[in-house]
């Protein structure tokens, strides 16, 4: 499959400044910027800028970020899925994951993750693809927010549906062990209902055996 790739960008403004939104951005242009300090959901700044990277190096990889002057202070990544998920098991080269996004917490509540989404899905070739993202509490920041699991669930919510995605029941097992975890999907308007079907036999491997 052939991956193309078409830059967007918007302005948000914010009470803290102006950010620009841009992207697919190539790793040559994301080495060259810096790596806001407090990006640390995943791991250490230095590592996940490095991970950015290599993300951005892969034929379906899709980084897209928030850009303060010459810093980024958020992200969205967009790959295919982990190999040893179940969402990789069907071999689908049409199901893309958003594996991560992060918000430093100065720009937080300013509608940064919904921008992201909002110019990711710019992109005519995201109508070819199914767009998953498995949402798990453990990976929320609940102490800095100061909010409870199902007002962070409602937050996540919110900002994925600004990027066109819808919740999707599931029997995947890390999901089902908690009522907060969720996944969410959008299919492009191109996807093939051959693809939908096996998208469906990927959510509920419990049901259909293949």
């Given at each position: 499959m052939e991956?193309?790739?078409?830059?967007?960008a918007m302005e948000l403004k914010t009470k803290h400044g102006t950010l620009v939104i841009e992207g697919p951005v190539p790793s040559r242009e994301l080495k060259e910027l810096d790596f806001h300090e407090d990006l640390v959901a995943f791991r250490p700044p230095e590592q996940?800028?490095?991970?950015?990277?290599?993300?951005?190096?892969l034929p379906e990889g899709r980084i897209l970020i928030a850009r303060d002057q010459?810093?980024?202070?958020g992200y969205v990544t967009y790959l295919y899925p982990d190999p040893l998920e179940r969402w990789s098991e069907g071999k689908m080269d049409n199901l893309i994951e958003l594996g991560a996004i992060e918000v430093i917490p100065k720009f937080r509540g300013a509608g940064v993750g919904k921008a992201l989404?909002?110019?990711?899905?710019?992109?005519?070739?995201?109508?070819?693809?199914?767009?998953?993202?498995?949402?798990?509490?453990?990976?929320?920041d609940l102490k800095g927010t100061g909010l409870n699991v199902w007002e962070y669930r409602k937050i996540?919510?919110?900002?994925?549906?600004?990027?066109g995605l819808e919740y999707f029941a599931t029997d995947d097992p890390e999901i089902s062990s908690?009522?907060?975890?969720?996944?969410m999907a959008r299919i492009g308007s191109r996807?093939?209902?051959?693809?939908?079907?096996?998208?469906?036999?990927?959510?509920?491997?419990?049901?259909?055996?293949?």
């Open positions: 991956h193309k790739k078409l830059y967007n996940q800028h490095k991970a950015l990277t290599e993300i951005a190096d010459n810093t980024i202070v989404l909002q110019v990711s899905m710019m992109d005519d070739a995201f109508e070819d693809f199914i767009c998953i993202t498995t949402e798990y509490y453990w990976h929320w996540m919510e919110k900002m994925m549906q600004a990027g908690h009522p907060a975890n969720t996944l996807v093939d209902p051959e693809s939908i079907q096996k998208f469906d036999q990927l959510r509920f491997m419990n049901r259909y055996m293949y």
